[in-house]
């Protein structure tokens, strides 16, 4: 019923830029917080970023700090993450997440991969 999609991964060269989004169905986007993690491959899954419900308030991770935004559409029911000055260690795949204001519920996404070469 809920439904999280992302999109816009690929493979990129270290320095470009790329926009993910997080296409929500199912639910009412402007309930929840939503945040972006990624998981690189033998490690564990990480937070990279948070928006409030409202948009009013953003939490990154201090490694993407300075070149990676959050931002979110509440009618277009999307979430966007845009990285901007890729490094090979951003490689991963990036997971959508929404979780309930209220009631602290969660909802994951099936991600999308991110690779970044030097």
């Known amino acids: 019923q809920v439904r999280l999609v992302e999109s816009g991964g690929g493979l990129v060269q270290a320095g470009d830029s790329v926009r993910l989004s997080c296409a929500a169905s199912?639910?009412?986007?402007?309930?929840?917080?939503m945040q972006w993690f990624r998981q690189a491959p033998g490690k564990e899954r990480e937070f990279v970023a948070a928006?409030?419900?409202?948009?009013?308030?953003?939490t990154y991770a201090d490694s993407v700090k300075g070149r990676f935004t959050v931002s979110r559409d509440n009618v277009k029911m999307t979430v966007y993450l845009q990285m901007n000055s890729l490094k090979p260690e951003d490689t991963a795949v990036y997971y959508c997440?929404?979780?309930?204001?209220?009631?602290?519920?969660?909802?994951w996404g099936q991600g999308t991969q991110v690779t970044v070469s030097s």
């Open positions: 928006i409030f419900w409202s948009g009013g308030s953003t």
């Open positions: 997440r929404a979780t309930h204001r209220i009631t602290a519920r969660v909802y």
């Open positions: 199912g639910l009412t986007l402007s309930n929840f917080e």
